[in-house]
């Protein structure tokens, strides 16, 4: 399937699938991604339902922001209408926040 990824630029990354196969152009639920992680889970923990995704989106948005991933691609992938949405999800390491001094030469 990923091979076959190219063909379907408009869709978003993780869609749902036809009986056939055929990428559809609508995004997987939010409901139904928790209960795949659940179930996954479940085979490393005894309770599962403690654990939720968020620190999965909070994780991948910012390992993205730190690899140089676009703003632009980020919002596509994770289907955020604004910044102020994006900017909850996305951590910066202390270095990374004190660079912003380091380049403006100020000096604490």
Known sequence: ?????????????????????TAQKKAISYSRVREIFRQTLGSFISNPH???????????ATASKLNGIPDSMLDKHAG????????????????????????NKLQF
């Open 1 to 21: 399937m990923l091979a076959k990824l190219h063909n379907f630029p408009d869709h978003p990354l993780v869609c749902w699938l036809s009986s056939n196969g």
């Open 50 to 60: 403690l654990y939720g995704t968020h620190s999965l989106g909070k994780g991948g």
């Open 80 to 103: 955020w209408k604004c910044a102020k949405s994006k900017d909850r999800y996305i951590s910066f390491t202390l270095d990374g926040k004190l660079s912003v001094l380091r380049a």
